[in-house]
């Protein structure tokens, strides 16, 4: 299976790859993880990338390409792999189009997840995320059983400083504005499949299951 997770951030991407990574054994391949992770590690790209991710703009197109397409060289990816938070405009799905070409390859299915703006925004600033293993929380909707650390590896939980409301807010006028049109794309295409975000974890899990 090669699928790409689509939606606007805090739809519930990072919540459902987990189950869905699961199930067709399949990597999570998270553009956003692995630019924090560079961030963290104080490398050339993560340095490069830090001014475009605390502003909530996207990082150039050029970083991206190399990032990705040296996690498609990773022997774990020959079988399949889940995409999220990339492709993020029309250049990037045009770009991963050719790649897959050049490899006999082509994406399955695209599962659109989508949600109001308010609750996008919520959904954000309620985000707990582990400074370690990147497991995701809520401050409501999925408090961790050991508070302000991680249930699996009892690592410290952190508030990404993208998911503060200024940030947010840019971030769904940028996913507006260039990662939207993507819908249209992959229409065209016949790989839309579209799950309600605004439901519980579980019901949306569901709905993707069915579709796929
Ligand atoms: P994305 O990867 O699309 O940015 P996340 O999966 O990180 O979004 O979810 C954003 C926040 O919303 C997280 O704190 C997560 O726990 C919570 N969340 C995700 N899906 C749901 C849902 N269906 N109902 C309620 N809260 C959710
Ligand atoms: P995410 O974790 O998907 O919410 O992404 C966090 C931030 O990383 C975004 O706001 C962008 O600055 C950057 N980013 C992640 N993926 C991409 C991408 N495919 N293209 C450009 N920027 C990206």
């Not at 250049?91 to 997840?113: F, H, P, W, Y």
């Not at 049109?181 to 579209?194: A, C, D, H, N």
Request: hydrophobic share 35%.
């Amino acid at each position: 299976m090669r699928l790409i997770l689509l939606g606007p951030p805090g739809a519930g991407k990072g919540t459902q790859a987990e189950f869905i990574t699961a199930a067709y054994s399949i990597p999570h391949i998270s553009t956003g993880d692995i630019l924090r992770q560079n961030v963290k590690e104080g490398t050339e790209l993560g340095k490069q990338a830090k001014t475009y991710m605390d502003r909530g703009d996207l990082v150039p197109d050029a970083l991206i390409f190399d990032m990705v397409e040296d996690r498609f060289a990773q022997p774990d990816t020959v079988n399949g792999f889940l995409l999220d938070g990339f492709p993020r405009n029309e250049t990037q799905a045009q770009t991963l189009d050719t790649m897959l070409q050049r490899k006999g390859q082509s994406i399955d299915a695209v599962i659109l997840i989508q949600a109001d703006k308010q609750l996008l925004i919520e959904r954000a600033v309620g985000r707990r995320v582990c400074r370690n293993c990147g497991a995701t929380y809520h401050l409501v909707n999925r408090p961790s059983a050991k508070g302000t650390h991680c249930e699996k590896c009892d690592t410290e939980l952190y508030h990404r400083p993208d998911d503060v409301e200024e940030t947010i807010k840019n971030r769904i006028e940028v996913y507006e504005s260039q990662t939207q049109p993507l819908i249209e794309y992959y229409t065209r295409q016949g790989k839309i499949v579209s799950v309600d975000g605004t439901k519980p974890v579980a019901e949306v899990s569901n709905a993707i299951r069915q579709a796929l």
